[in-house]
């Protein structure tokens, strides 16, 4: 998935390597086998557009990342990357980012306790910040397991309302990424004006982030993805593409009604993937994204004009593009 409009603002190469930096200091411990645990996915890659976003969100309108920015955007990384633990052990996932998960190799018990541990110095790096900026992130850890449990209620569910679909995504994913943005401009004294709009943009951005992630599923190939597509359907979380073609009367939704409902084998997932690229779900999800790039569009306007703020007004689309 494509996020370079973000690396172009001058400066940024630097600004990467102070958070990559960061981002391992922060788990930094006494404990040699805690460090290995708290590192991997770490280590393993990334392109750390949350942390990112809180930099380029602190420059708009000529503001500076200082390393107290750095730190917010940290914080959510952690958040972001001890979700990503979990995730592996509900899910049972055996790789992520081209490594073994933590579960996998270690353990889910392990696993549970390093995601933990990532989501503790997370909260102390917030509450380093200040207090806004402590409960902002706890706020925040609270939509993204509400989220979560929204998506978990309705697995295997055929029924499940776009709403869901909706309400599931803000929570687990778009918040995190309002936050970084907020996190950026509380930390950089940016007027409360901006920090608004930067976080209806960051909401913004992360739904679009999430409904493309949501549509390369169903359209990608395997290596395209480095996994199987229609992983999702797989594990019975049925996202806007296939809850569109379920909504619209006719053969293809009855058709996919009947194969859904409970695990797929790999070849009811790729019948299921065809009936699904072949419908109307994939033009109506990608319309759903054109929203929400608007909505970016529309917060950017109330920024201030400069480098910044017109990285941010490309970045949405540039994901778009992705599956256009």
Not at 150 to 175: F, N, V
Not at 251 to 275: F, H, M, N, W
Request: hydrophobic residues 45%; contains cysteine; aromatic residues 4%.
């Amino acid at each position: 998935m494509s996020s370079t409009p973000f690396f172009t603002l001058s400066g940024m190469d630097r600004d990467r390597q102070r958070i990559e930096d960061a981002l391992v200091a922060a788990v930094d411990t006494k404990d040699a086998y805690l460090n290995e645990l708290a590192r991997h996915l770490i280590v393993a890659g990334g392109k750390r557009i949350r942390p990112v976003l809180a930099v380029v969100a602190a420059q708009v309108g000529g503001g500076r990342a200082s390393d107290a920015v750095v730190q917010g955007g940290i914080a959510c990384e952690l958040v972001q990357t001890g979700s990503l633990y979990h995730d592996d052990v509900i899910d049972e996932s055996a790789t992520r980012r081209g490594v073994e998960t933590v579960n996998a190799k270690w353990g889910n018990l392990q696993a549970i306790l390093a995601g933990d541990f990532l989501l503790a110095r997370a909260s102390e790096i917030a509450a380093s910040l200040g207090a806004e900026v402590a409960g902002l992130l706890g706020n925040t850890i609270a939509r993204l397991c509400e989220g979560e449990i929204e998506q978990l209620r309705h697995t295997y569910d055929i029924a499940r309302p776009e709403d869901s679909y909706y309400s599931s995504i803000a929570g687990k994913t778009a918040s995190l990424f309002s936050t970084a943005a907020r996190i950026g401009g509380i930390v950089a004294g940016l007027d409360r004006s901006v920090i608004d709009a930067l976080t209806a943009y960051g909401r913004a951005y992360g739904m679009v982030f999430q409904i493309v992630d949501d549509i390369l599923d169903i359209t990608a190939t395997d290596d395209q993805l480095g996994k199987p597509a229609g992983h999702d359907m797989v594990e019975g979380v049925y996202t806007l593409p296939v809850l569109r073609t379920l909504g619209t009367p006719g053969v293809a939704a009855d058709e996919l009604g009947d194969l859904l409902g409970s695990p797929l084998d790999s070849v009811v997932r790729d019948k299921a993937l065809s009936i699904v690229r072949a419908g109307s779900g994939v033009p109506y999800a990608v319309e759903s994204a054109g929203r929400y790039v608007q909505a970016a569009a529309d917060a950017c306007d109330s920024m201030p004009g400069g480098a910044a703020t017109d990285v941010l007004r490309c970045a949405p689309q540039a994901l778009l593009d992705t599956v256009l």
